[in-house]
Structures are given as C-alpha cells and as structure tokens.
C-alpha cells in the first residue's frame, strides 16, 4: 500500500478505444493492491497546431501534457495509453524514487518481432508509459503547441523525445516488463502493449495475441467493468470486431436481461394457459346452458326464488 494517497492513472483514449480503456481498467484494478485513482482521458479539450505536420497522430497525444494541472501540481501520477493489458500489481510503480528525475519511463533496446518490416519503428525512450513527478512539472499545453507552432521542435521530438524535458531529467528506470510491445510471458509480462493498430485484438483476429485479450475481456465482461451498450455501439460505429458481441452474455447486465426475459414470457405463458382455461370454462358453461337439465332445472328453481324473494320483503 502507498498509504491513504491514492496512485492517480491517466489512460489517453478516443471513442474508438473506450472498450479497450474499460479492460484495460479492469487489468490494473484486480491486479493492484494500492488505491488507484483512474481517469480515461477522452474529448479533453487541447489546442491544436497550424501546421498540418504537427499536428497529433492521436486524438489523445497532447492529453499527457494536462496531467500536472490536473493533479494540482503534485504527487506523482502514470500516464498510459488505452492499448494496453496489465498483469501485475501498480504498486510496484507507485514506489518508484524519482531522485533528480520529474520523468520516469521504459527503454525499448531491440525491434520487437512484429515491428521487423514496419516503417515507424521507435527504439530507445518510450513515453507510453510514463510516471510524472507531477510537483515538478510546469507542463502548459497552450504553451507547448506555441512551441510547435514556432517551430521551437518538431512532433517527433515532442512525441518520441520528449524534448521539453531536459533528457538529464528523464530517467529510464521503469522496467521493460512494463511496457512489452506486442510481446507476452505469462509470469513475466506486467504490461503488454498493443501497438499495432490494424491488428488491436478488439478490432481484429489477426494478431497472434489476441487469445490474451480476450481473455481480459471476458473477465472484464463477468465483473460488469464493461458496459455491453458500449460492445454493440462499437460494432455499430465500427470501432469493434463483431466477434466480440459472442460473449455478451457472460455480462451480469445480459444475464439479468436474459432472466427478465425469462420471467417474462413464462409469465405471459402462465396467463396464456390460464385465459385458455377461462374459454374452456365458458364454453362448457355455454354447453350446459343449451341442455335440457339446464333447462329443467331453472324451470323447478326458479318460482322457488321468486317464493324468497317474496318472503324476505314480507319481513
């Protein structure tokens, strides 16, 4: 535990990935065993550059630059991205000692295997999983896509550099078990990272660690962390891989839809069955009054409660 102060988590995010986001959420929430304060950054409100080459790849690249304002200027706060799994407790990052550092992130030394023959390949510093030293950080967004604009550095060496942090401040003492690129060990990978856009396991079957995510997506399903109107609108909108709709029944809000259902119709059937037996009673009733003895009968009762009638009103 980090005490009463909770680990504050930024996950940057666009419509497309709040799914991803929710199970994501739900990784570091079974996982932790410190408070964890977690807020899915989406539709935040940043500035956006002139020029066409700076401006963000990402509906969510310049969120991270907010992150200190938010957190009053103190404590210390992770930013991730929302195509991600974690598989081991944040507490672990949460005690990470900045020293003379106010950034703390991962290095990546060698080309993962699916990165081999893709043109935007990264080694060195990776900022998709950052701890901030939020007290120490006078990050303005204004003032940072002034600097692009100005042409003070480039989107690369905003993005990829980090380059409004002295380098000498930035240390990479997060380990790269924290932010494996399309890697996974079970018992070895905390964090697996999905990088590869066309092949994210909730839009596609092709990535080889799809099987993973899925996983977390049905445990995610099974604890109510994701909201199945939210499944069905993303296959809608396109954002999602149909296939992810087969599981929704594993949802708790699908099994109580389902049971309602249930208790519906079998109750429907129960007036069903008995609006049957009420027909066959009139009908036998209709039967019985076109007889004969039914005949008789009222022609032998019926001066009979005519003579009580009569009777009741003499007294």
């Keep these: 535990m980090i005490g009463a102060e909770p680990l504050r988590v930024f996950v940057g ?9 929710r199970v994501l959420e739900f990784s570091i929430r079974r996982h932790a065993t410190c408070p964890v304060s977690l807020t899915v950054m989406k539709d935040v409100p940043v500035p956006r550059p002139r020029e066409g ?11 991270r630059f907010l992150i200190p304002r938010l957190c009053d200027r103190r404590g210390r706060a992770l930013y991730l991205d929302a195509d991600m799994l974690v598989f081991a407790d944040l507490a672990e990052l949460g005690t990470l000692p900045f020293g003379r550092h106010v950034v703390l ?17 990264h080694l060195g510093r990776q900022f998709s999983v950052m701890l901030l030293d939020c007290a120490r950080l006078d990050w303005d967004v204004e003032a940072i896509v002034r600097g692009l604009d100005a042409g003070r550095y480039t989107y690369a060496q905003l993005v990829s550099e980090l380059c409004i942090v002295p ?11 924290w932010n494996r690129l399309e890697s996974f060990e079970a018992g070895t990978t905390k964090l697996l990272h999905y990088t590869i856009v066309a092949t994210q396991p909730w839009k596609s ?10 996983a977390a997506y049905r445990d995610a399903l099974r604890a109510g962390a994701v909201d199945p109107a939210d499944v ?4 809608e909108e396109g954002h999602l891989h149909p296939s992810l709709a087969d599981d929704l029944s594993l949802s708790p809000a699908q099994l109580a839809r389902a049971r ?34 039914w005949r008789i009968g009222r022609c032998l009762t019926g001066p009979l ?11």
């Design 53 to 63: 080459r700076n401006r963000a790849q990402t509906a969510f690249t310049f969120y």
């Design 105 to 121: 992130c991962t290095y990546q030394s060698d080309v993962p295997a699916h990165w081999k023959h893709r043109p935007f390949v």
């Design 205 to 214: 079957t092709d990535n080889p660690l799809r099987d993973v995510w899925m």
């Design 305 to 315: 409660a005519r003579l009580r009638a009569a009777l009741r009103r003499l007294r």
């Design 232 to 235: 069905l609108g993303g296959i």
């Design 13 to 21: 995010a666009d419509e497309s990935q709040m799914v991803a986001a």
């Design 167 to 177: 380098p000498d401040q930035i240390a990479e003492t997060i380990p790269p078990d």
């Design 260 to 293: 309602m259902r249930g208790e519906l119709a079998q109750a429907r059937r129960s007036v069903g069955a008995s609006a049957e037996r009420i027909a066959d009673l009139e009908e036998s009733l209709a039967s019985l009054r076109r007889s004969w003895t």
